[in-house]
C-alpha cells in the first residue's frame, strides 16, 4: 500500500528484497529504487514524521517471533529514532505493512501491495522451524488524532502487521477485521481515510489468510434459467422411468408366460399347422358352419330356441315348423349368423304335416347357401355331422353314422285332432341331437345336406320333436329325408303353402291287426272312400287292408301315411290288399291335398 499522502503511487510486483548495509547512505539507497520510481519531494508530511521501520513477518524476519503472549515492547531511544528515519525516495523490495497513519487509524486490513517502505531495509536469514504470527514490536512516534507526532508505545495487532497506538502501553486485544479487497471484478474495496478512491489498491492485492471472508456468492439464476436448466433434467427422468417401466414390464410379462430360470417346462409337440382334409369332421364343419344360424322366436305366450341353414343367396332359411310356431300370428323371429352377426326374419310358409318351414331375411349380404344332396342315395353306415344350437349353444358339431333309412316317425299332436301331427320318413342317426338341434342341418362326407334334425326318441317319454326329448340323446335322432323336405320347401317360397299326396281314403287308426285298415263307417260326414279319388279309381273299398306300398311291409296306419307323404302328388304306386283273406295288387296314380 502506498504512504499516507502518496496515493496513486505506482505499486511494483514483489521481488527479492536488496541488502541494505547498515549507515547506507541515501544515494545508496536511492540506486536500489526501480526503473520509474520517483522520489518523494521534499516538504511532505512524512519528511516531517518520519515513520519507524516496520520488521517484515515471521515468514521474513524470524528473529521477532514469539512463542508465548505478546509482551509490551520498550520505548526506543531518540538516536535509534533518529537512525531509523528513512530517507524519501529510497524503494523497498521487501513487504511493506502499514504503519500509523498521519489522520487516525485506516480502516483496511493488511496491504501487501507491493515492496513500499520508507525506512530503511533489512533482511534477516531464513531459519527453518515452525511459523507463528509475528509480533511487531517496534516502537516509534504515534500518530494523534491532530497529526502531531507523538512518542508511544505500540503493540501489535494480528491480522494487519503494523503498530496501532496504545494508550499506556495497554496489553494487546483484538481488533476488529475490516473485510478486505478481493479482486474479483466489481469490488472495490473499502475507502480509505484520506478519501483514497476504492480500487487505488491496484492489481497486486494479495490473499491474507487474516483478513476476514469474501463477501457476496455467486449470482442466483434466475426463474427463467432454472426452467432451462429443469426441462432437460425433467425430459430425461421422464425417458428413463418409462425405459426402465418398459424393461420391467417386458420381463415381467416374459416370466409370466414362460416362467422362471428354474420353472419345469414339459415337453410338447409343435403344432400342426396344416390344414385338414375336406372328408374330415374338421373339413366338413369349416365347410359347413358358414350356412347355419340359431333361430330365437319369441312369442305372447312362449318362446324357443332353434336352428336352420341358408338355401339361397336371396335371404331363404329352412327350418322346423315347431321352431317358428310359438311366434304365432304377431311374435318376433331373429337369426343369428355363424359369425355373429344378427337380422330379423318373417315366416314366408310352413306346413305341420311335413314339420317344415321357410323362413327369410331381407338386407343381409355375404350368405353362404348350403349344397342340398340326395337323400335316397344314402347308404346305412355312411358318416354324417349334425350341427346346431343344442340347449342354445350355438355352433355346435356333432357326428355320427347313418342308423337307418325309412323310418316311420309321428310327432306333434298336441291339438288332438290330428291337424299337427307330423308323418316323416326319416333318416336314424346316432349323431347327438338334442333340443335345440331342430331344424338344423345333418350333412354327409362332403359337406351336403341330407336331411333335416327334427326328432329324438328320449329314454323317459318315447318319441318327440321337441318337449319329449329333454332327457338328451340316446342317439337315436332322427331327420326328415332332404328330398322331401327340397319340394316342401319349394313349393313353400313359390306359393306360402305345400301340397300333400292323398289316396283319397279314411285309415281306422285304432286297429291293431298288421297294416292299415280302411274304415268301414263314415266319419264326420265323410265317406271311407273319397268318390272319385285315387283310391276309388284304383278299386280299394271299405274294409280292405292293405299291407305293402311298392314292396315295403306296412304294419300300421301312420306308416302307410309316412310311406304316401315320402312321394310327391302324381307318383304312381303299386299296393297290395287283402280282401277276405287274399292279397291283391293295385295302381294307385297319387291325389293332392294343399294346406296351409
Do not use: C
Request: net charge negative; glycine share 16%; no cysteine.
Amino acid at each position: 500500500m502506498p504512504g499516507a499522502g502518496h496515493p496513486g503511487h505506482p505499486q511494483s510486483p514483489p521481488s527479492a528484497p536488496p541488502t541494505v548495509a547498515p549507515g547506507a547512505t541515501g544515494e545508496d539507497r536511492s540506486a536500489l529504487a526501480h526503473a520509474g520510481e520517483q522520489p518523494h519531494p521534499a516538504g511532505t508530511a512524512e519528511a516531517a514524521h518520519p515513520r519507524p521501520a516496520v520488521e517484515p513477518r515471521a515468514s521474513q524476519q524470524p528473529g521477532l517471533q514469539k512463542s508465548g503472549p505478546p509482551q509490551p515492547p520498550s520505548a526506543p531511544s531518540a538516536a535509534s529514532r533518529a537512525d531509523a528515519q528513512p530517507s524519501h525516495g529510497s524503494p523497498s523490495h521487501g513487504p511493506q505493512t502499514n504503519g500509523p497513519q498521519p489522520h487516525g487509524p485506516q480502516p483496511h486490513g493488511p496491504q501487501t501491495h507491493g515492496p513500499q517502505s520508507h525506512g530503511p531495509q533489512t533482511t534477516a536469514p531464513h531459519t527453518a522451524g515452525p511459523q507463528t504470527t509475528p509480533l511487531d514490536t517496534v516502537a516509534g512516534p504515534a500518530a494523534g488524532s491532530d497529526g502531531a507526532a507523538q512518542d508511544g508505545a505500540f503493540v501489535p495487532h494480528p491480522g494487519d502487521g503494523g503498530p496501532r497506538p496504545a494508550a499506556a502501553a495497554a496489553p494487546y486485544t483484538a481488533q476488529p477485521q475490516p473485510r478486505p479487497f478481493s479482486g474479483l471484478p466489481g469490488d472495490h474495496g473499502p475507502a480509505s481515510a484520506q478519501g483514497q478512491p476504492p480500487g487505488a489498491h491496484g492489481a497486486w492485492q494479495q490473499y491474507d489468510p487474516w483478513s476476514a471472508p469474501l463477501q457476496g456468492g455467486p449470482v442466483a439464476p434466475s426463474p427463467q434459467d432454472r426452467r432451462r436448466r429443469r426441462g432437460p433434467l425433467v425430459a430425461g427422468a421422464v425417458a428413463l422411468a418409462l425405459l426402465a417401466g418398459g424393461i420391467g414390464g417386458g420381463i415381467g410379462a416374459y416370466v409370466e408366460r414362460y416362467g422362471g430360470i428354474n420353472d419345469i417346462k414339459l415337453p410338447q409337440s409343435a403344432g400342426d399347422e396344416g390344414g385338414r382334409r375336406p372328408d374330415s369332421v374338421a373339413g366338413i364343419a369349416q365347410t359347413a358352419l358358414p350356412g347355419v344360424v340359431t333361430i330365437h322366436v319369441r312369442g305372447s305366450a312362449e318362446q324357443g330356441t332353434g336352428t336352420g341353414f341358408v338355401l339361397d343367396r336371396q335371404g331363404h332359411i329352412l327350418t322346423n315348423n315347431h321352431v317358428v310356431q310359438p311366434a304365432g300370428s304377431g311374435g318376433e323371429i331373429s337369426v343369428t349368423f355363424s359369425g355373429g352377426q344378427t337380422a330379423k326374419a318373417k315366416v314366408v310358409g310352413q306346413d305341420g304335416g311335413y314339420d317344415l318351414a321357410v323362413i327369410q331375411v331381407e338386407d343381409v349380404t355375404g350368405l353362404r347357401p348350403l349344397t342340398l344332396g340326395n337323400s335316397d342315395a344314402v347308404q346305412v353306415g355312411d358318416p354324417v355331422v349334425a350341427i346346431g344350437a343344442p340347449f342354445d349353444l350355438a355352433n355346435t358339431v356333432t357326428s355320427g353314422i347313418i342308423s337307418a333309412k325309412q323310418r316311420p316317425i309321428t310327432a306333434g299332436g298336441e291339438k288332438g285332432d290330428g291337424s299337427d301331427v307330423s308323418y316323416v320318413d326319416a333318416l336314424q342317426t346316432d349323431a347327438p341331437i338334442n333340443p335345440g338341434n331342430s331344424g338344423g342341418p345333418l350333412v354327409d362326407a362332403k359337406a351336403r345336406v341330407i336331411g333335416i334334425n327334427s326328432a329324438i326318441r328320449a329314454a323317459d317319454s318315447g318319441s318327440g320333436l321337441n318337449g319329449g326329448a329333454q332327457g338328451g340323446s340316446i342317439g337315436l335322432g332322427f331327420a326328415i329325408p332332404i328330398n322331401q323336405a327340397k319340394r316342401v320347401a319349394e313349393e313353400l317360397i313359390n306359393t306360402g303353402r305345400a301340397t300333400h299326396p292323398v289316396i283319397g281314403v279314411t285309415l281306422e287308426m285304432e286297429y291293431a291287426g298288421d297294416g292299415a285298415r280302411v274304415s268301414e263307417h263314415s266319419k264326420s260326414g265323410k265317406p271311407p272312400v273319397t268318390p272319385d279319388g285315387p283310391g276309388a279309381k284304383a278299386g280299394i273299398k271299405a274294409g280292405d287292408v292293405i299291407t305293402e306300398v311298392d314292396g315295403a311291409p306296412v304294419h300300421s296306419g301312420e306308416e302307410l301315411i309316412v310311406k304316401i307323404r315320402s312321394h310327391r302328388p302324381g307318383d304312381t304306386l303299386m299296393l297290395t290288399v287283402q280282401r277276405g283273406g287274399k292279397d291283391r295288387s293295385v295302381r294307385l296314380s297319387l291325389g293332392s291335398s294343399s294346406t296351409g
